[in-house]
């Protein structure tokens, strides 16, 4: 979207340059291209559809649609704090694990206060951080990944949020669990750190960090998502953790029907879907290993990540394979707006997506060198 906002909107929603602009939409490549079918690799979503099990549950909740939601969530609390061994009143819901990112700001951060961010990493906690009047510190990564002693270093008295996600998005990179305890360790107490962790259930390296047990040693907010391993990302459902006091300041600036009853229903689901989570995890170590394997041979550098997406480092040539793949039909992100030029960021598919992917890609490469 282009138009101009409104002069009469607040002075830290003028100075916003643009909102969060999101991978494009299936439908409308297929449109604008007249193409009959289309991948879409672009938005970390998981390939292999919803959970089986959440489908059967929304068709089951569907016809008590005239009543408002469970404002509490009490079934998927339970639930939930009973898998995780947590208190209930630990755990906090949102409509998708975004929303209790803006909970967060809302409920601890003034206008004038700073927020820690690393640069690049998701946008939604500068451009929200901004809204709410934040002044944001913006600290690089190192060689693709956090750097948390320098994210410690840029705490000052007026700091109050550090966002960090681990993994990263757009990198896939991960915090360890002894880069992590270093950095909370004497951290001064007015500071909050939101641990997003979209991309949790898809992590198996023996030194990525357990968390909950921070929450109640450290003042952490730990938000997991719906979206991703659990494929509700269009229901919109996550949930965080923190000490209940914290999560009582968030609740207190919540919209109260938030989470809608269909994604409960299908989020309560979706955890008894074992199967599918397996499911899932094969897909991505074998679309990891195949990707990594031929972008190896096309001498295509690819970040190590370990969530269920590559960052692919392609130089000058970035915008223009992202354009000819879309041509083709794949969608991927091509990553300038992250600040990060030069850069693809391709979500892990199924095995035959990601064979089609390879395919346009080395067709377009191939095309480009002989225009070269
Ligand atoms: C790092 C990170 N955090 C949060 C989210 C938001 O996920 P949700 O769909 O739960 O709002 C995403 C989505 O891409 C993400 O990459």
Redesign the pocket.
């Known amino acids: 979207m282009t138009t101009l906002v409104d002069p009469r909107a607040r002075a830290a929603v003028r100075a916003l340059k643009r909102g969060y602009q999101p991978g494009k939409p299936i439908e409308a490549v297929k449109r604008q291209y007249k193409l009959s079918s289309v991948i879409k690799l672009a938005?970390?979503e998981n390939a292999l559809g919803p959970s089986p099990k959440a489908l059967a549950a929304l068709r089951a909740a569907a016809p008590s649609l005239h009543r408002y939601p469970d404002m509490a969530c009490t079934a998927l609390r339970r639930r939930l704090a009973k898998t995780l061994k947590v208190d209930p009143a630990s755990l906090i819901f949102g409509n998708?694990?975004?929303?209790l990112?803006v909970l967060a700001l809302r409920a601890f951060v003034d206008p004038g206060d700073e927020v820690i961010v690393a640069e690049p990493t998701?946008l939604?906690y500068a451009l929200q951080a901004k809204a709410c009047g934040a002044a944001v510190r913006a600290v690089p990564l190192a060689r693709d990944r956090y750097d948390l002693p320098a994210m410690k270093a840029a705490v000052t008295p007026r700091t109050k949020l550090v966002f960090i996600?681990n993994p990263?998005?757009p990198t896939g990179t991960y915090v360890t669990k002894r880069e992590l305890e270093a950095f909370l360790q004497g951290l001064p107490a007015h500071v909050l750190v939101l641990l997003?962790e979209?991309?949790y259930e898809f992590v198996a390296a023996a030194d990525y960090p357990q968390t909950l047990p921070y929450v109640d040693r450290h003042p952490v907010i730990v938000t997991r998502?719906?979206?991703k391993a659990y494929g509700l990302?269009g229901l919109?459902v996550?949930y965080g953790v923190a000490r209940p006091p914290i999560v009582a300041a968030m609740d207190a600036v919540r919209e109260p029907f938030n989470v809608n009853s269909l994604a409960q229903a299908a989020a309560l689901a979706a955890l008894e879907d074992t199967a599918f989570l397996q499911r899932t995890r094969r897909m991505l170590q074998e679309g990891r290993r195949y990707l990594g394997r031929e972008l190896g041979q096309l001498k295509i550098q690819v970040v190590p990540g370990v969530a269920n997406f590559l960052l692919l480092k392609l130089g000058p040539r970035a915008p223009q394979v992202a354009q000819r793949l879309l041509e083709q039909g794949i969608i991927v992100r091509e990553m300038s707006g992250w600040k990060l030029p030069g850069c693809l960021r391709v979500t892990i598919g199924t095995m035959p997506e990601n064979r089609a992917f390879i395919r346009a890609l080395q067709r377009c490469l191939a095309a480009m060198e002989v225009a070269a």
């Open positions: 938005s970390n998708g694990s975004d929303e990112l998701f939604i996600a990263d998005n997003d979209a991309y998502s719906f979206s990302a919109r996550g």
